[in-house]
């Protein structure tokens, strides 16, 4: 399986931006959705946003807009920029993917749990 290591998260203010980066263990060219998750304190995980090996994306509707997902397969990076941050977006930011084509917005995660990136939106 392919691991992953998030990074790029930190404190914001309001209205802020940042850009997350996910780097995996290996190639990434062959897998077919690339998803960020996040979890806030006391909820459950969910997903924020994913792109297919073919470049569709998907968002969770209070990040579209805001959010963009991009994947670079030469680099074995998936990265999320986060614009026009708000307080709700607090939260520690992971990435999984799904490897099978045809894998859908709600497939359960194929790949284990990084340690994530804390994104703090305060002011």
């Known amino acids: 399986q392919v691991q992953f290591v998030e990074s790029g998260g930190g404190l914001v203010q309001p209205g802020g931006s940042l850009r997350l980066s996910c780097v995996a263990s290996?190639?990434?060219?062959?897998?077919?959705?690339m998803k960020w998750y996040r979890q806030a304190p006391g909820k459950q995980r969910e997903l924020v946003a994913g792109?297919?090996?073919?470049?569709?994306?998907k968002y969770l509707d209070s990040v579209k807009g805001r959010f963009t997902i991009s994947r670079d397969n030469a680099k074995n990076t998936v990265y999320l920029q986060m614009n026009s941050l708000l307080f709700e977006d607090t939260a520690v930011y992971f990435c999984?993917?799904?490897?099978?084509?045809?894998?859908?917005?709600?497939?359960?995660?194929?790949?284990?749990w990084g340690q994530g990136t804390q994104v703090t939106v305060s002011s």
């Open positions: 999984n993917y799904n490897s099978q084509y045809g894998s859908t917005w709600t497939s359960i995660p194929d790949g284990y």
């Open positions: 792109i297919t090996r073919g470049g569709s994306t």
């Open positions: 290996g190639s990434i060219g062959s897998i077919y959705f």
